[in-house]
């Protein structure tokens, strides 16, 4: 059994093994903060942004807490020839004797240069290092851009260490080690990182005059109830989910409907329907509600559907439209 100095205690003396292990204990898995990946206009170069990596040792002696102040650059290998592609990574790399038998102690961001072919397979990732991103380097290009790179930093060191996105910045998210989606946009919040179970939601709803006929057809929402994320796209109809995860997605319309005839709420996911709600209508003014949980897929489209056996006109009075004729979305978590 070994009884290891404590750390950091007065006239305390032990390795660095030792030290690595509270880094190790906070962060056990690779983690990340910072450390953006961008590619240079017109080279094959890529920015590293400021940021820390904590780094799991290959000989299994705890980690390492690697942090940078600046963008660093990386240059990627030159292009295969056309026809053969390949794909790279970024990585993190400590290096001291005791990690990897060499002479320095730092480290560095640097690649690993997979095999050229018509369909490259993606190298290992080397033992004591931290895959930041992969970048697809096609055959004859001589440019790397934002396009070739795909973004694979671990989960963040901390969630409220990130600073603000700026105020033109799209929705961003990151997953903390416990499994918490974080989710930020410019101009939201401040820019803050706030869970996502707490903020995304979404809930639109129908002014304008619509009719239900026998051809089942997109009812739009042109009025915003509350969705500070933009999850709702007007120029598609519906909402683009921004994480995968579990949603509740709800619909309800109201119309004048023909007695004896059937109407049916129906929600697609990317043009298909994911689940409805049909019934034999009474001849007056009715609801028709329909909801789900679904396990969906970041960039799934949602859209919201009406059919009726003969036409219905929709109930648009002002008094009604933003009770009865609505579309919501709620992130209920990763499940």
Known sequence: MTRYTPLWEQAGSYAASVDRRLIANIWPAGACNGCALTAVASTMQINVAAGAVAVPSQN?????LCVSDAVEIVTIAAAPGSGQNRIDLIICRPRANDLDGGQNNDFIFDTVTGVPAASPTVPATPPGTVLLGQVSVAGGSAAITQANIADLRP?????????ALGAAAALASFTTLDGEVWVAKGGVNNGAWKK???????RRYRT???SATGSQAILAMDTVDFDAYGLYVPAQNGFV?????????GFQFAATFTAGQYARAVVNRNGAIAFQNQLWMNANTSTLPTSGVLALAANDLMQANIQAGATATGDNAAAVTKAENYFTAVYLGTG
């Open 196 to 202: 996502a179970r707490d903020v995304l939601s979404a």
């Open 241 to 249: 989910i921004p994480i995968p995860g579990v949603w509740l997605i």
């Open 208 to 210: 304008a005059a619509f």
């Open 155 to 163: 989960p963040r060191l901390t969630a409220l260490a990130e600073p």
């Open 60 to 64: 299994s002696t705890g980690s390492t």
